[in-house]
């Protein structure tokens, strides 16, 4: 079995900044993209940003400029400094990582997912 734990969300005011962290352990044989999602109530789960192993980087267009997904290799985990918060970032996180198991099927595994509240 595989396990990604975050941590780092909580309460912050507009304007301030939020570390989530995530590491992944257990049965993996290899990970490529690590990454993070947002789902507001009400709305679907949506792609924040994302790195692959390579360090390629992607991010939602709203996050751009404010927002750095980084990535530790060796640790399987992912990191994304959330600075200029904005109410609107106002989600639950959740961290996502794709790659194979050891048995080497492919797989996508999920997080528990981190609350992230920025309100004054």
């Known amino acids: 079995q595989v396990q990604l734990v975050e941590s780092g969300g909580g309460l912050v005011q507009p304007g301030g900044s939020l570390r989530l962290s995530c590491t992944a352990s257990g049965s993996i044989f290899s990970i490529n993209a690590m990454g993070w999602y947002q789902q507001a109530p009400g709305k679907e789960r949506e792609l924040v940003a994302q790195?692959?192993?390579?360090?390629?980087?992607n991010y939602a267009d709203s996050v751009k400029g404010r927002f750095t997904i980084s990535r530790d290799n060796g640790k399987n985990s992912v990191f994304l400094q959330m600075n200029s918060l904005k109410a609107e970032d106002t989600a639950v996180y959740y961290c996502?990582?794709?790659?194979?198991?050891?048995?080497?099927?492919?797989?996508?595994?999920w997080g528990q997912g981190t609350q992230v509240t920025v309100s004054s």
């Open positions: 790195i692959t192993s390579d360090g390629s980087t």
């Open positions: 996502n990582a794709r790659g194979r198991d050891i048995d080497y099927y492919p797989v996508s595994w």
